[in-house]
């Protein structure tokens, strides 16, 4: 039995636009610094924190698993972005469990995608005003650096929330 896999957008539907190729592959960036950052925190960098400061946010031990954990879940579920516009998002790669090789509903993933671009946009709108709230346990410059790290994922939201209105559309289109 040969299995292929799909490298190529259904024809039955219009390609995706290519500004929302380009806002899907910034989306699966935007978790990269702040991620980054983490994983700096988890190797017991202090990564502009005070020394009292990393201590007392608990990134050792059971700390350092959470905060990687945290990138690696945003920065995947940020790559889901990508399936709005690539082939693997409209049929299942066939390696995952009980779904692989099947069609995703485009009503579920239309819906899922626009709450999650709800709820990102809610939760991380806050990091555009991080210079507002100095964190106690940073040093100035090391405010000033995560701020800068942090602040593309105020972008996640509004991204994900494009390119799922360009996914919607396209399957609108071809009565998908």
Known sequence: MVHMTVTQLDPSLPPPPRWAVRA??????VTLPSGIWRLLLAAGSTAGYTEAGYQAMGFAGWGAVYVVGLSTAGELLALLTLGLVRPWGEVLPRWIPLVGGRRPNPRAVTVAAGLGAGVLTLVLTQFAFWWAFPHPNMTPFGNTVAGFLYLPLVAWG???????????RRRRVAGA
């Open 158 to 168: 509004p991204l994900l929330a494009a390119v799922t209105i360009a996914h919607h």
């Open 24 to 29: 899907a592959h910034a989306a699966a960036l």
